[in-house]
């Protein structure tokens, strides 16, 4: 079983629109939780951090269930530029290896 | 740096050639990884640094792939008699340190085996 599983997509949601997808993980000793952002042909880069009772960075919304082992981005009202792979990662707080989902594509049309 | 460099951007080879990657860090960044990505495929840990040392390289896939970083700084990750399936991008990535888990990557090198 991988450590990090993504439902790959796409998904293919109009402008404006909230799209969410999740991102499962196998390690229960998991502490710390990120959702990455990787345009096409770029590098990945930091979207934002995910924290137990859930936060918020404008239009994204990131949540963390522990129980059921998930984390959950959302994206309201959808940009065209939030087209994009989003990452999900996950580390244990004694493993400083950073394990990556394969992303989940996401296709925001005019 | 400003940021993550990595050289070349792009390497075409023939099997059975050995190549050299390199990584140069954004100043100040004791920690620094190795990720590999192939076409359509998630990030795959190959190996970590801790100043020079590894306490990880858990990922490199064979004994063909080696790594090294002097200095603290410029990593250089080896890969020896290329086989088709090493084909891919080679992403390096650096963090204030290990715990930070917050990774700058650079751009990456996109290695093609003939």
């Known amino acids: 079983r991988k450590e990090v599983e993504q439902d790959p997509g796409p998904f293919n949601v109009p402008e404006g629109a909230t799209v969410a997808f999740n991102c499962t993980y196998s390690?229960?000793?998991?502490?710390?939780f990120f959702w990455y952002r990787q345009d096409c042909r770029k590098e990945p880069k930091l979207l934002m951090s995910?924290?137990?009772s859930g936060n918020e960075d404008g239009r994204f919304t990131a949540q963390l269930n522990r129980a059921s082992q998930y984390i959950s981005l959302l994206i309201r009202d959808s940009k065209l530029s939030d087209s994009a792979t989003y990452l999900c990662?996950?580390?244990?707080?004694?493993?400083?290896?950073?394990?990556f989902g394969a992303g989940t594509t996401v296709t925001v049309r005019a | 740096g400003a940021g993550v460099s990595q050289s070349p951007s792009n390497k075409v080879t023939e099997k059975g050639k050995d190549v050299e990657l390199r990584c140069d860090p954004i100043?100040?960044?004791?920690?620094l990884y190795w990720y590999r990505q192939s076409l359509g495929q998630g990030l795959e840990f190959l190996i970590y640094?801790?100043?020079?040392?590894?306490?990880?390289k858990s990922g490199l896939p064979s004994d063909r792939f080696s790594a090294e970083r002097t200095g603290g700084s410029v990593s250089t990750l080896t890969i020896q008699r290329t086989q088709q399936e090493d084909s891919a991008v080679y992403l390096c990535?650096?963090?204030?340190?290990?715990?930070?888990?917050?990774?700058?990557f650079g751009a990456g090198s996109r290695l093609t085996v003939l």
């Open positions: 990535a650096s963090s204030l340190h290990p715990g930070a888990n917050v990774l700058t």
């Open positions: 390690n229960s000793a998991s502490q710390s």
């Open positions: 995910v924290y137990s």
């Open positions: 990662v996950v580390t244990t707080s004694n493993d400083y290896k950073l394990s």
């Open positions: 100043s100040g960044h004791t920690a």
């Open positions: 640094f801790q100043g020079n040392s590894a306490p990880d």
